[in-house]
């Protein structure tokens, strides 16, 4: 059921929080994805170029190979340099299709945006006295600015990320096992740890973050109450208790900012030092296998 005394971006678009219907949520899927619909144009253009980005990266480790590999040895300075000539160029084209990503993929998630900050406008304006008594100012501004431009950001990064994070783990294991399968089954065992991290952490930070804006909403709400009544409390001489309810407010924002970067701080660590342990197994077991042979 939807809780009429909140009003929030998710609740515009029904995100069943108090029920596990699984309808539900495939409708809010179709209702989110029909705000793509006016800027089909800037999502294919935006979602190519992502694509052929992510590609040439996978692409790139094998132009190398074959220019250490192949050319090198031969001594041959005028193929080196027509490979150097041919990267340069596939840099230059990566990086205006980076160009065309940032922008052009912002761009589709403002307009986005800016069409969820409409409507939900419009259906604010329909609401009863009764839920404007029971909502705090700040938190309203607050779900018409903080979280859809958060929302904005998911409609530009949420479709091409996962599509490219699946090409890309399926593109690399498919390209090292080709190189070598052994390597590429001891990167394989030590995935599953890393995913298992990022999906425990990812958790804990939503919760955070999730707090951290209510606060943020409290926040707005303490300042709009306060500036808006200003003239009742000078003439109640209550400027020294508003100041200490603020700083009350003030210092819970501090503190669940503080504990979501703790969180965020403990995430980033680990995952590096996890990958800077891959880059130390691919760094024995490779050199192992070129010992003996097994691999250039």
């Known amino acids: ?25 495939i409708d809010t899927i179709k209702r989110f994805a029909s705000y793509y619909k006016p800027y089909k144009g800037l ?33 041959n300075w005028k193929w080196i340099s027509i490979a150097c000539i041919v990267l340069l160029f596939v840099f230059i084209l990566s990086t205006f299709m980076n160009y065309v990503v940032t922008y052009f993929g912002h761009k589709l998630g403002v307009g986005i945006e800016t069409d969820m900050r409409r409507d939900l406008f419009a259906k604010l304006q329909r609401q009863s006295f009764s839920f404007f008594d029971n909502n705090k100012t700040g938190h309203l501004v607050s779900g018409l600015t903080n979280d859809l431009m958060d929302i904005g950001e998911v409609a530009h990064h949420g479709p091409e990320d996962l599509f490219i994070a699946l090409m890309t783990i399926l593109g690399s294991f498919a390209i090292m096992f080709n190189i070598n399968w052994q390597l590429a089954l001891v990167l394989a065992v030590a995935i599953p740890i890393i995913i298992f991290v990022s999906l425990f952490y990812s958790k804990k930070m939503s919760q955070s973050f999730r707090t951290m804006y209510e606060k943020i909403a409290g926040y707005n709400a303490r300042i709009e109450n306060n500036i808006g009544g200003i003239r009742i409390v000078q003439s109640f001489t209550k400027e020294e208790h508003e100041i200490n309810l603020f700083k009350d407010t003030n210092a819970g924002f501090r503190i669940a900012k503080l504990v979501a970067y703790k969180i965020m701080a403990w995430s980033s660590s680990i995952n590096f030092a996890l990958m800077k342990v891959i880059l130390i197994l691919v760094l024995g077991c490779g050199s192992w296998y070129v010992i003996n042979n097994q691999m250039t």
Not at 53 to 75: G, S, W
């Open 1 to 25: 059921m939807i809780v009429e005394a909140e009003f929030s971006p998710s609740h515009f678009f029904e995100i069943p929080i108090f029920s596990k219907k699984e309808g539900a949520s």
């Open 43 to 75: 999502f294919v253009l935006d979602f190519s170029c992502a694509v052929f980005v992510a590609l040439l990266e996978l692409a790139f480790p094998l132009a190398m190979n074959r220019v250490i590999n192949e050319l090198l040895p031969t001594n």
